[in-house]
């Protein structure tokens, strides 16, 4: 396993306790990592795929979440990938069929649950103001834990960058609003890979009152309670619209810790 990988992982000891967690991530083994460790091969996870048109499992397997050719390969896929014994798949298109009581039914039962990337707006069409949400924030509120990759990060916040799934737009009124999992944030993964650095400059000087947080590949937050904390081999960009050494973000390194409430690090604020 990566040093990178295995001091986060020690990192994280103070943050584990009975409170939910939230995995925020471009994707990546790091995140895969920290899940497994997390949730244990005996839990009980449920996998969202919907913001996704196709997904391709680490052996090449592709899926298109609304096809059930290749559904069974691409379970089993995710059973390897996690080390799990069991998996979920929820999925649908149809608000109507998101906010039934049957249909959230597994989120109740779950111990944690993964959201795929892909489009964040698929994610909001179907499931923004459903029991879904009220479900995932249960899943918190008893302890649980919700990942998500790319797509499945920006969602977590209560507005969301590129929420059209039609056109490739940074910001969509109608189309920006979030699970609300943490408030008052927006999230721009794939920052330096995708050179989006200054995207999240543009919607907090919109929006003043959001926070922005641009993360790396391979490099997320586990945040736990008001605390955030950088794991990963990249870093996670800052965006409070204020000017940090001339610039309008700053970067928070592998292990370092957030404040979500009081917006610095921990230890003391930036400059």
Same mark, same amino acid.
């Given at each position: ?27 990546? #083994?790091? &995140? ?23 997904? +391709? ?51 109740? &039962? ?8 892909? #489009?964040? *707006? ?5 499931? &923004? ?12 509120? +008893? ?18 960058? +590129? *929420? #059209? ?12 609003? *979030?699970? *609300? ?55 996670? &960009? ?24 009081? +917006? ?6 930036? #400059?």
């Amino acid at each position: 396993m990566p040093l990178s990988i295995i001091t986060a992982l020690g990192l994280l000891a103070p943050l584990l306790g009975a409170q939910g967690k939230l995995i925020i991530t471009s994707g990546g #083994n790091a &995140a895969d990592a920290l899940f497994r460790r997390l949730v244990g091969p005996d839990a009980r996870i449920v996998f969202i795929p919907t913001a996704a048109s196709s997904l +391709r499992s680490g052996s090449g397997v592709m899926w298109d979440p609304d096809q059930r050719q290749h559904r069974a390969e691409f379970e089993a896929e995710i059973l390897k990938r996690f080390a799990l014994k069991q998996i979920t798949v929820l999925h649908t298109r149809d608000r109507e069929v998101s906010d039934s009581d049957a249909f959230v039914s597994p989120l109740r &039962a779950a111990d944690a649950v993964w959201i795929s990337g892909g #489009n964040a *707006g698929r994610l909001a069409e179907a499931y &923004a103001g459903t029991r879904v949400v009220t479900e995932l924030k249960a899943l918190l509120a +008893r302890g649980g834990i919700i990942a998500g990759e790319s797509a499945g990060a920006i969602i977590q916040g209560s507005y969301i960058v +590129r *929420g #059209n799934p039609d056109k490739p737009v940074l910001m969509v009124d109608g189309h920006d609003t *979030g699970f *609300g999992l943490l408030q008052q944030v927006t999230i721009d993964p794939h920052l330096t890979l995708q050179k989006r650095e200054n995207e999240l400059v543009t919607v907090v000087d919109r929006y003043p009152q959001l926070l922005g947080l641009g993360i790396d590949d391979d490099t997320g937050l586990l945040v736990s309670g008001e605390i955030a904390q950088v794991f990963g081999s990249g870093r996670v &960009a800052i965006y409070d619209n204020h000017r940090h050494k001339g610039s309008w973000y700053y970067y928070l390194n592998p292990g370092d810790r957030f404040n979500l409430d009081t +917006r610095q690090p921990v230890g003391g604020p930036v #400059n």
